[in-house]
């Protein structure tokens, strides 16, 4: 069975630091590219960093760019998502998704396989 689950959200201070895992079950995840998507109340599911599966390029929106860094560790079968300088704009629920094929795409409609999600929560 195909599973990919997200961990350690949760709530921290602005300026704080989070890192995200997604764990990847039934399938070998370095033959994929996983996206991160952030969810804010009120919004559209959005993607904010992905990495390649064969030449591990990695992207990130804007929004994160210089704050986030995706990675990814093959043989736990896991990427990370390491969020630093957090801002109250960063709340929401954040998901993984696997893309068969390995390249990274922003739509969220290419992506073949998603976790359930986890929150995160940048409050004072």
């Known amino acids: 069975q195909v599973q990919l689950v997200e961990s350690g959200g949760g709530l921290v201070q602005p300026g704080g630091s989070l890192r995200l895992s997604c764990a990847a079950s039934?399938?070998?995840?370095?033959?994929?590219?996983i996206g991160w998507f952030h969810q804010a109340p009120g919004k559209e599911r959005e993607a904010i960093s992905c990495?390649?599966?064969?030449?591990?390029?990695?992207f990130y929106t804007d929004s994160v760019k210089g704050r986030f860094t995706v990675s990814r560790d093959n043989a736990k079968n896991t990427v990370y998502l390491q969020m630093n300088s957090l801002k109250p704009e960063d709340t929401g629920l954040y998901y993984c998704?696997?893309?068969?094929?390995?390249?990274?795409?922003?739509?969220?409609?290419?992506?073949?396989?998603w976790g359930q999600g986890t929150q995160v929560t940048v409050s004072s």
């Open positions: 039934g399938f070998t995840a370095d033959y994929y590219a």
């Open positions: 998704a696997a893309r068969e094929g390995g390249v990274c795409y922003a739509r969220t409609a290419e992506y073949d396989y």
């Open positions: 990495i390649n599966s064969r030449d591990g390029m990695t």
